[in-house]
């Protein structure tokens, strides 16, 4: 059974710091995988979406790394600001079209 | 604007009813998913739904039901045989039956049992 970790759970930086936020899954049978952000009370929004042949993915201030064969993927927000502050998870979809969410990380960007 | 719509945003049941949350999108995705979040927890998929007429259910439907008649629509009701209902509940849809899909997620629906 695919099971997904974020560590940290929670994470506060000062502005200006660059963000690193890690995800581990631990079947690497993987079609895809997926990061998110989630304001309090609120829906997920799609960041990132990394296909299982890819190594990486940019969007703006946001990197996205994937390594298949050690199970990790790793989220990176350069020049953080107070509005990055937000809950960050990632997903991963296998088999029968089903994703797998970790915890999340629990981001706080102090100006 | 493409996108997914859940409603109500907020609704209170007393224990003993059903109650059903509504899920459209017009992003003409085919696949289409109910998740459970609880405080704490990361999100537990309920049911889903790859084509119209079809649907499976997800590591937790105990409680649950849902329908997929038309491609827009994935209602799920919450019935008096759920235990513990009080939670946010989050639809999501994938351009499907791909696996490569991105899962994009309405803004949910927070359910309260007085």
């Known amino acids: 059974k695919q099971e997904v970790t974020q560590i940290p759970a929670a994470l506060s930086v000062p502005e200006g710091e660059n963000l690193v936020l890690n995800c581990s899954f631990t079947?690497?049978?993987?079609?895809?995988l997926q990061w998110f952000r989630q304001d309090p009370g609120k829906g997920l929004t799609s960041l990132l979406l990394?296909?299982?042949?890819?190594r990486e993915q940019t969007s703006g201030r946001l990197n996205a790394s994937l390594d298949k064969s050690s199970g990790r993927s790793t989220l990176y927000i350069a020049a953080s600001q107070p509005g990055d502050s937000a809950t960050y998870l990632c997903?991963?979809?296998?088999?029968?079209?089903?994703?797998?969410f970790g915890g999340g990380t629990r981001v706080l960007v102090k100006p | 604007d493409g996108g997914i719509t859940q409603s109500p945003k907020y609704l209170f049941r007393k224990e003993g009813q059903n109650v059903t949350l509504s899920c459209e999108q017009n992003l003409n995705h085919d696949a289409m998913y109910w998740y459970r979040q609880d405080p704490g927890q990361g999100l537990r998929l309920i049911y889903y739904s790859q084509i119209v007429n079809d649907f499976q259910k997800g590591d937790i439907a105990e409680g649950y039901s849902v329908s997929r008649e038309k491609k827009e629509s994935f209602p799920l009701t919450v019935t008096s045989a759920q235990k513990n209902p009080t939670a946010f509940y989050l639809c999501?849809?994938?351009?499907?039956?791909?696996?490569?899909?991105?899962?994009?997620f309405g803004e949910g629906s927070r359910l309260t049992v007085l």
């Open positions: 079947d690497s049978a993987i079609y895809n």
């Open positions: 997903a991963v979809k296998a088999a029968g079209n089903k994703l797998t």
């Open positions: 999501a849809s994938s351009s499907g039956p791909s696996n490569t899909g991105e899962l994009f």
């Open positions: 990394i296909q299982s042949s890819q």
